[in-house]
């Protein structure tokens, strides 16, 4: 089963607020990466973190990885509607699985 | 350069009735995936191929549910018979070795 939590499962937001989603494993990653999944849409890839402590930024995301290699977080900065969606954390190595994160899902309010 | 396509976008059937669900991977991508995603959680790994051969299938219900993936290109997955609980959106993904996944836009079954 699944070996990665995700907090918060909701998260609402009014637009222009900033936003955090926290991945937790059971288990030292080798690396993580984060999808997106829009409302009726599929996921897609946002980053892949390899390195403890590593910090990535895209515009007004920031992702994190943990120096112990078993936390992961998603920042997002100034929240706008396009941003509404489902983060899915992922573990791509452990058990040859490629396990995906329980998700959180983004509600921006205008 | 063309996406993971599957086929068919959506699909009704009555329970107890077979199904079978169709993927494309991305050209060159040797590995592809089966998901599960229920509504409100995320996708859940059936099957993992590694060309054509199934590296790991210990999360498919193999009394009902079946996959190939034949030249290891093309990929099948069939469900007979189908169940009420078996009502979800499945999804094809392929990726080159444990780089990033490239989803299809899924096949939505619903089980009456």
């Known amino acids: 089963g699944q070996q990665v939590m995700q907090i918060p499962q909701y998260q609402h937001v009014q637009e222009g607020e900033d936003f955090t989603t926290y991945c937790n494993s059971s288990t030292t990653l080798s690396n993580i990466q984060w999808y997106k999944q829009r409302p009726g849409g599929h996921p897609v890839f946002l980053i892949q973190l390899v390195k403890s402590g590593e910090v990535k930024k895209q515009k007004r995301l920031t992702f994190q990885f943990g120096e112990a290699k078993k936390n992961s977080s998603l920042h997002i900065t100034a929240t706008q509607t396009t941003d509404v969606g489902t983060y899915f954390c992922?573990?791509?190595?452990?058990?040859?699985?490629?396990?995906f994160g329980t998700g959180t899902s983004l509600t921006v309010i205008p | 350069e063309a996406g993971v396509v599957q086929s068919p976008r959506y699909k009704i059937i009555e329970k107890k009735q077979p199904v079978a669900f169709w993927c494309n991977p991305i050209s060159g991508h040797n590995t592809l995936y089966w998901y599960l995603q229920n509504l409100g959680q995320g996708p859940e790994l059936l099957i993992r191929?590694?060309?054509?051969?199934?590296?790991?299938d210990s999360q498919l219900p193999k009394d009902r549910f079946s996959a190939e993936r034949l030249k290891g290109v093309d990929s099948t997955l069939k469900i007979q018979p189908a169940e009420l609980g078996d009502s979800a959106v499945y999804l094809c993904?392929?990726?080159?070795?444990?780089?990033?996944?490239?989803f299809g836009e899924g096949s939505r079954l619903t089980v009456l």
């Open positions: 992922a573990d791509p190595i452990t058990g040859n699985q490629f396990y």
């Open positions: 191929y590694e060309n054509e051969e199934a590296v790991d």
């Open positions: 993904a392929s990726s080159l070795e444990a780089g990033e996944l490239f």
